[in-house]
């Protein structure tokens, strides 16, 4: 079709969406990018968030979580490779926070500066994730 766009979100673990696409929005590191067939390409980074993929077989749309990654557009074809990829399906807010508790007491525990700004990483990524399954709960 002229009026799509191929789509691939993968993370380190597998490829979490693959197919075609009316309309893609991610979560840029400046504020959300859309993106329509035919979109100028494009490599940049994005940060931790929803990505939003509205397919051709569907009417509704089809939401990814994302911790950071990079956005690769071509023509034709979009890529998301992210770290970290999560099906909005699978999000378990319980598992999210209990993540979250055990990273605040590590953070608490530690003194030495790498594990602070790793811990600190994953809060960050923690909270962004807990609060797009708020989010998505309330639609």
């Given at each position: 079709?002229a009026?799509?766009?191929q789509?691939?979100?993968?993370s380190?673990?597998?490829?979490?969406?693959?197919?075609?696409a009316?309309?893609?929005?991610?979560?840029?590191?400046?504020?959300?990018?859309?993106?329509?067939?035919?979109?100028?390409?494009?490599i940049?980074?994005?940060?931790?968030?929803?990505?939003?993929?509205?397919?051709?077989?569907?009417?509704?749309?089809?939401?990814?979580?994302?911790?950071?990654?990079?956005?690769?557009?071509?023509?034709?074809?979009?890529?998301?490779?992210?770290?970290?990829?999560?099906?909005s399906?699978?999000?378990?807010?319980e598992?999210?926070?209990?993540?979250?508790?055990?990273?605040?007491?590590?953070l608490?525990?530690?003194?030495?500066?790498?594990?602070?700004?790793?811990?600190?990483?994953?809060?960050?990524m923690?909270?962004a994730?807990?609060?797009?399954?708020?989010?998505?709960?309330?639609?």
């Amino acid at each position: 079709m002229a009026n799509t766009i191929q789509v691939e979100v993968v993370s380190a673990e597998e490829s979490i969406f693959s197919g075609e696409a009316t309309f893609f929005v991610v979560p840029g590191e400046l504020g959300d990018l859309g993106i329509y067939p035919k979109h100028t390409p494009l490599i940049t980074r994005i940060k931790a968030g929803s990505v939003r993929i509205q397919t051709t077989s569907s009417n509704e749309e089809t939401a990814i979580f994302v911790a950071g990654g990079i956005l690769e557009i071509q023509p034709g074809s979009v890529t998301v490779m992210a770290d970290t990829a999560i099906r909005s399906d699978d999000l378990d807010e319980e598992r999210a926070l209990e993540a979250q508790k055990r990273a605040e007491e590590l953070l608490k525990a530690s003194d030495d500066k790498q594990e602070i700004a790793t811990v600190e990483a994953e809060l960050a990524m923690l909270g962004a994730q807990i609060a797009e399954i708020r989010k998505l709960r309330k639609h």
